[in-house]
């Protein structure tokens, strides 16, 4: 080779299996390598769990960084309003990052929707609903977050359409289950929009992405506590930091902080923040759930009877022929 390259570059490092980052290093006369990455975040892609747990997905910047070798932090970031950054950085950069001026600035703030649920930063537990696997049995989904996630893009997308601001959204959710089944519900409703944007993706989908708004469906709701891996911090963090403007995240509290993991961490974080709220307070999205619970046979028995009462106590009142659930739900 008659102009040897000397330096070489490799990004998101920390996603790369070390097997990997060794083969550009094997080029005749590099002298000088820098990885750029974040450990932090979605390491390598092993499908195999005894490759997974011998360490064959670990990267060189994670064995590096586990050595002790000094590493420079970029630790001002610029997208984040700080309401959404503090759960992050507190959690897996231990207070290292600082929020830049622009995401600081009052003018930051954006008030998309009226109403507690949608500051910047919120939990949304949703109590009722439950978790299913597709029809492979692979993946996990909740058609009841599906409806609310679809009900929240609803009211965004009128705001947008009315006031012609430009918004982007997206949803991400861990299960591809979950994506697909929001995806099929949508539909090409917000292709091709002047002012509106919307991408449905898988964390993974969603590395190196930003959005004005992010929905997060969390999908677990069971009585055992499991969450899967869900539990993953990086993929966890993953999630939490493409949000630019609002981050809201939807889940059922009693599932997801059942046991002492970064789910239970963030619940606790968020009712300490007052970011935490029931989905059944609004009046919206109470009556976009109800709807879905009765569409996919969800209904508890403690709403049913509510609801048979005052179908029974509308009919004393007007003494005419009784509603179904269904009429009282929309």
């Not at 990997?20 to 590099?30: A, D, H, M, V, Y």
């Not at 009722?128 to 929240?152: C, F, L, V, W, Y």
Request: with cysteine; hydrophobic share 35%; aromatic share 8%.
């Amino acid at each position: 080779m008659e102009n040897p390259l000397k330096f070489l570059l490799v990004d998101e490092a920390a996603q790369l299996k070390e097997c990997e980052s060794l083969i550009p290093l094997q080029i005749e006369g590099i002298e000088n390598a820098v990885m750029i990455g974040d450990e932090c975040q979605l390491p390598a892609m092993v499908k195999s769990q005894i490759s997974e747990n011998s360490g064959f997905g670990r990267s060189m910047f994670e064995r590096l960084s586990s050595l002790g070798h000094e590493k420079m932090m970029l630790n001002v970031q610029y997208r984040m309003h700080p309401s959404i950054s503090k759960f992050p950085n507190s959690n897996f950069y231990n207070k290292k990052i600082h929020d830049g001026e622009n995401v600081s600035d009052p003018s930051y703030l954006r008030n998309y929707l009226s109403g507690p649920l949608y500051g910047p930063y919120s939990f949304i537990n949703i109590g009722r609903g439950k978790e299913e696997s597709d029809k492979h049995g692979r993946s996990q989904k909740n058609m009841i977050e599906a409806a609310t996630a679809i009900k929240i893009v609803e009211q965004l997308f009128k705001v947008s359409e009315q006031t012609k601001l430009k918004l982007s959204v997206g949803i991400v959710s861990p299960y591809n289950a979950q994506v697909y089944s929001i995806n099929d519900k949508i539909g090409k409703k917000y292709e091709s929009l002047k002012y509106f944007s919307l991408k449905v993706r898988s964390i993974d989908g969603f590395q190196g992405s930003e959005e004005d708004v992010i929905i997060f469906s969390t999908v677990r709701s069971n009585k055992s506590g499991s969450v899967g891996f869900l539990a993953n911090a990086q993929r966890t963090n993953v999630a939490l930091t493409r949000a630019k403007h609002c981050l809201w995240i939807l889940g059922n509290d009693t599932t997801l902080s059942s046991r002492e993991n970064i789910w239970s961490k963030l619940i606790r974080d968020a009712k300490e923040r007052n970011c935490f709220h029931n989905a059944d307070d609004d009046s919206v999205l109470y009556k976009a759930i109800t709807k879905a619970c009765i569409e996919y046979d969800e209904l508890d028995d403690n709403l049913v009877n509510n609801m048979n009462s005052l179908k029974i106590n509308n009919n004393r009142k007007l003494g005419g022929p009784s509603n179904s659930l269904w009429e009282r739900a929309v």
